[in-house]
């Protein structure tokens, strides 16, 4: 009865972590994006801090649209060491943002 009621409740637990659509969209719009009050070049500058990997995956990925596997082959390493880079270069980002 105890594995049965065990098996119940994470079946069922799941549903129950979900938060409204309205309030999560009304909280998002109150937020305030911090790229929104930085310029072009500031932006531009800081992206340029970045340490020359991480710059270059984060540029291909997310200016020029290529995927993983395309800068992989580009750059000869791997997937995953693209997709870190890529994580890297965004905490780094986000850091310099709080910083400024």
Partial sequence: MVNTALDYYRQNH??????????????ISDNKDA??????????GLVQKLSPAYRTVFSLFVIDGYSHEEIGDMLNISIGTSKSNLARARINLREMLSKE
Avoid: A, F, G
């Fill in 14 to 27: 799941k549903h129950y972590n979900h938060d409204d659509i309205q309030e999560t969209e009304y909280l």
């Fill in 35 to 44: 790229s929104s009050d930085l310029s072009y070049e500031e932006l531009l």
